[in-house]
T-cell receptor, first 116, second 113 residues
Framework: NAGVTQTPKFQVLKTGQSMTLQCAQD?????MSWYRQDPGMGLRLIHY???????DQGEVPNGYNVSRSTTEDFPLRLLSAAPSQTSVYFC???????????????FGPGTRLTVT | RKEVEQDPGPFNVPEGATVAFNCTYS??????FFWYRQDCRKEPKLLMS???SGNEDGRFTAQLNRASQYISLLIRDSKLSDSATYLC??????????????FGKGTRLHILP
């Protein structure tokens, strides 16, 4: 199993450009989430999903869109990149059912994004 | 009060020493607690779950104090390879759709040779 994969590993964008960060998992996990990690700020939840067709906002959703058309994939879209979105982005997945779930999250290797 | 708080450190500890750090949480209804480890420029990985009765895994001991709403991580006989950032995680059990998995900001640990 590949676990959680993310592409690209590194990306440089100019202000105003758009792009999609890709995330895929092969563990048949229903729960997937996106975090950003900035120095001194820890991991902050951007968006999450408990299954295909279902997405919810986390702590810092502004400037980001997500969709979940399949169990495996959970892409994160930056519609108009801003320097404040310079960060390391982690995708994670875990087993989940309503009222269940072992909560262990498996993280992808991260995408390092710089917006100039 | 933030939902999950940790002392950011860094904790600079000589090799072989014992080190402990805590994580406080604000939601008294929280039910599940975990410690994750994150190496520099890497993704976080689960270190251990924290059970009500406490648990031990080799040199690592995790404990939960519900009355004071904190969890702790104790590392005995510290090794250079223990240098990392340790993140505490709090969530609900059972976990419903609206429940979120909350990460602390992490505590940096440097083991000195």
């Amino acid at each position: 199993n590949a676990g959680v994969t993310q592409t690209p590993k590194f990306q440089v964008l100019k202000t105003g450009q758009s792009m999609t960060l890709q995330c895929a998992q092969d563990m048949n996990h229903e729960y997937m989430s996106w975090y950003r990690q900035d120095p001194g700020m820890g991991l902050r939840l951007i968006h999450y999903s408990v299954g295909a067709g279902i997405t919810d906002q986390g702590e810092v959703p502004n400037g980001y869109n997500v969709s979940r058309s399949t169990t495996e994939d959970f892409p994160l879209r930056l519609l108009s990149a801003a320097p404040s979105q310079t960060s390391v982005y982690f995708c994670a997945s875990s087993y989940w059912r309503e009222g269940q779930g072992d909560h262990e999250q498996y993280f992808g290797p991260g995408t390092r994004l710089t917006v100039t | 009060r933030k939902e999950v708080e940790q002392d950011p450190g860094p904790f600079n500890v000589p090799e072989g020493a014992t080190v402990a750090f805590n994580c406080t949480y604000s939601n008294s209804a929280s039910q599940s607690f975990f410690w994750y480890r994150q190496d520099c420029r890497k993704e976080p990985k689960l270190l251990m779950s924290v059970y009500s009765s406490g648990n031990e895994d080799g040199r690592f001991t995790a404990q939960l104090n519900r009355a004071s709403q904190y969890i702790s991580l104790l590392i005995r006989d510290s090794k250079l390879s223990d240098s990392a950032t340790y993140l505490c995680v709090v969530t609900m059990t059972p976990m419903n759709r609206d429940d979120k998995i909350i990460f602390g900001k992490g505590t940096r640990l440097h083991i000195l040779p």
